[in-house]
């Protein structure tokens, strides 16, 4: 069965804390992404990848980083530079047009909601 | 600035037909995106549109005018599983989803 995983489903952050949230997926997808989302706000971009071992910052990086060393995973690590964590965090894959090199449907995994003690 | 405008928040009847209405400024248009996400949980693909006109698929229908920068979302024979929020994103010119904020539709029997 073909889709995305993340883990853990909740995970909770102390002060001064570094986190990493998982995402992995078996689609083949070349393009990964992670979004947070808070109430009342659209899904916010943190950081994208279009191919193994390169990324790119979205509108709120800081605070977050990423790796990208085999196409199936592209975790994301929550540091303590981040100051208010708490948020339900997406990870999301597409393929990417071959012609076009343009990102097509995004398809989401479950989330991964952050909380801190 | 690049903005996406939803309502809030919906309600319906079971078995009756609703629009969610989007409305966009973006600096460029590569393409119109709804999903559905349910409570915690993620968002599901619905339709995507990039010319005028409208995409049918089942209950649901999506119709997009460019040159009014508007798009709406078409729920006929609505079902108690219909209740979500209805997310509305756009492909700007760089290629980046701007995404809206969602419309929580809650559907009464």
């Known amino acids: 069965d073909g889709g995305i995983t993340q883990s853990p489903k909740y995970l909770f952050r102390k002060e001064g804390q570094n986190v990493t949230l998982s995402c992995e997926q078996n689609?083949?997808?070349?393009?990964m992404y992670w979004y947070r989302q808070d109430p009342g706000q659209g899904l916010r971009l943190i950081y994208y990848?279009?191919?193994?071992?390169?990324?790119q910052k979205g509108d709120i990086a800081e605070g977050y980083s990423v790796s990208r060393e085999k196409k199936e995973s592209f975790p994301l690590t929550v540091t303590s530079a981040q100051k208010n964590p708490t948020a339900f965090y997406l990870c999301?894959?597409?393929?990417?047009?071959?012609?076009?090199?343009?990102?097509?449907?995004?398809?989401f995994g479950p989330g991964t909601r952050l909380l801190v003690l | 600035g690049q903005n996406i405008d939803q309502p809030t928040e919906m309600t319906a009847t079971e078995g009756a037909i609703v629009q969610i209405n989007c409305t966009y400024q973006?600096?460029?248009?590569?393409?119109l995106f709804w999903y559905q996400q349910h409570a915690g949980e993620a968002p599901t693909f619905l339709s995507y549109?990039?010319l005028d006109g409208l995409e049918e698929k089942g209950r649901f229908s999506s119709v997009l005018s460019r040159s009014k920068g508007y798009s709406y979302l078409l729920l006929k024979e609505l079902q108690m599983k219909d209740s979500a929020s209805y997310l509305c994103?756009?492909?700007?010119?760089?290629?980046?989803?701007?995404w809206g904020a969602g419309t929580k539709l809650i559907i009464k029997p």
């Open positions: 999301a894959s597409s393929t990417v047009g071959e012609a076009s090199g343009i990102q097509e449907t995004q398809y």
């Open positions: 689609l083949n997808h070349d393009a």
């Open positions: 990848s279009q191919i193994v071992n390169d990324f």
């Open positions: 973006t600096s460029g248009f590569n393409g």
């Open positions: 549109n990039v």
């Open positions: 994103a756009v492909m700007d010119s760089n290629y980046q989803l701007i």
